[in-house]
Structure formats: structure tokens, C-alpha cells
């Protein structure tokens, strides 16, 4: 794969991210992203969409970072419903990141859903990493998948190499929803619209298909290829045995003495 290639596309007014440059930030990123899509296996595809994910769950910076939560109350109001804001007006939590995270991140909605069970555990637990990870119960899941204490720490999810494989290998797997990417991208089959359902059911979808479009060029461009297999030993083939006939039995010494002998008393 050209790399310089994939970043120049990416680089270009009309190709819908990043704008015309990309900071030293995001293009460490994609290339953290490229290196461990390509080392699961992660066809074109489905290297276009992780990408995309990452792209628009970091808010552009391909770098893991903490939900903010800094909301004013009509993104509130748009984003959370009423039964996630257990009474609370939008007003009552904006500009107030640690209450909404333990509010709409809390409750009978986050013991459901993400396994929110202690006092604190939504701003604990809030959206961290280039995936934006969420809740008790994926900490929990991904640090014992990944042999890491995410649930004892989890701001080892800010480290962009742990950042990364916590989002590769669970889209392909299907960590977070029970759904695997290769559902909706494979091969050829590019449902990018749907595979949002792999990480945050349909939530924007239209939005993040976009952008694995745009993903999509640049990988194409840049001539992208996974490593699913390593590639096969060099065979050597064998010289064939010989046959029956061409095999010439090699006199034994006692032969060679004996014949040796005879010739002597035949002079």
C-alpha cells in the first residue's frame, strides 16, 4: 500500500474529511488503524469503515480521547431522550459534563445497557478511546478479550496502540453488539449504511457511511491489501527415486575378495 498515496486523497478539498490537511495527530492515527487493520485481516472495505469509525467517533482526531460532555441543552434534547434523563430538564444538566454523564449514562438505562451498577460509574466509564468505549460492562468485556484491567483502569484506553486494538479486532468480531462487520462489508458487499449497527445501532448511520466512502477512495487508490495468510515456503521438489531398472547394486567388499582371487587362479 501507498501510503503517501492514501494521504494525499485524503488530503484533496473534495474528498469529504479532514478538509485540505491532517494534523501530526490524525495521520499517526490512520496509520496506527491501517497497520492493525491489516495485521486482522480487514479487507478494503471493511479497513474504510473501521476508519470511518474512528474518524467520526473521535471527533475527527483519530486519537482517543474522553467524552467530553460538554452539551448545550438542545444537543441534549436532541441526543438524550427524556427516559434517559430521569426527570432532569436539559437545561438542569447543561454545561454540567460528570452529572449528564452519571445521569444518562446512569439509572435503570445504564444498569440495562451498560452495566452501570455503582455511583459514578457513568462519568467513569463515559465514551473513552478512538471508539469512544462505553459503560462498566465493555470495559469489563474488552479488558478480559484484550488481557487488560480496563475495568480497574480505564484510562489505558487513552493509549492509541490499546485505543486501536480495542476498536479493530471488536468490529470484526462483534465485541460490542454481537454483530461482525464482515455482516454488512465483505468483499464486495459494501452495506455501510447498516454496519453502524456493529458498534451504535443506526445512531447517525448516514453520517458514517459517508465517510467510509470517502475512506473507501483513498484505500482504493493507495492500492490497499490485508495479510490475512503469510505467504507460502518456497517447495523444493525432491529428486524422483529411481526405478527398479536404473538402480545398479554397489558390490559388497567380501564380493570384491572373492572375485579378486578367482582372477588370480584363472592366469
Known amino acids: ?14 474528498s469529504g474529511v479532514f478538509g485540505t490537511s491532517l494534523t501530526q495527530g490524525q495521520v499517526e492515527g490512520c496509520e496506527a488503524i491501517l497497520n492493525e487493520c491489516v495485521r486482522q485481516g480487514a479487507d478494503l472495505g471493511q479497513a474504510a469503515y473501521i476508519l470511518a469509525t474512528a474518524y467520526g467517533e473521535s471527533a475527527f482526531s483519530m486519537q482517543p480521547k474522553h467524552e467530553s460532555l460538554w452539551y448545550r441543552a438542545n444537543r441534549i434534547a436532541q441526543v438524550f431522550g427524556a427516559h434517559r434523563r430521569q ?15 452519571n445521569t444518562v449514562y446512569g439509572g435503570k438505562w445504564g444498569r ?6 455503582e455511583p459514578g460509574d457513568g462519568w467513569r466509564f463515559r465514551g473513552t478511546g478512538v471508539g469512544q468505549i462505553t459503560g462498566r460492562t465493555n470495559f469489563r468485556k474488552f479488558g478480559d478479550k484484550l488481557g487488560l484491567p ?16 480495542a476498536l479493530v479486532e471488536p468490529m470484526l468480531d462483534g465485541w460490542a453488539t454481537g454483530k461482525k462487520l464482515s455482516a454488512y462489508v465483505a468483499g464486495d458487499r459494501r452495506d455501510y449504511r447498516s454496519a453502524r449497527r456493529v458498534w451504535n445501532g443506526m445512531f447517525e448511520a448516514d453520517r458514517y457511511a459517508r465517510y467510509a466512502r470517502s475512506f473507501e477512495v ?12 503469510a505467504p507460502a515456503p518456497d517447495f523444493v521438489r525432491p529428486d524422483p527415486a529411481p526405478s527398479p531398472s536404473q538402480t545398479v ?19
Open 1 to 14: 500500500m501507498d501510503r503517501k498515496t492514501f494521504f494525499a486523497e485524503l488530503r484533496k478539498r473534495e
Open 87 to 101: 426527570g432532569k430538564t436539559p437545561s438542569e444538566l447543561a454545561g454540567k459534563p460528570e452529572l449528564l454523564a
Open 112 to 117: 440495562d445497557n451498560l452495566g452501570n451498577t
Open 150 to 165: 480496563l475495568l480497574q483502569k480505564p484510562d489505558l484506553m487513552m493509549n492509541l496502540h490499546t485505543s486501536v486494538r
Open 218 to 229: 483513498a484505500l482504493e487508490a493507495a492500492g490497499y491489501e490485508s495479510m490475512t495468510t
Open 249 to 267: 547394486a554397489k558390490p559388497s567388499p567380501w564380493t570384491a575378495l572373492l572375485n579378486l582371487i578367482l582372477k588370480f587362479f584363472r592366469r
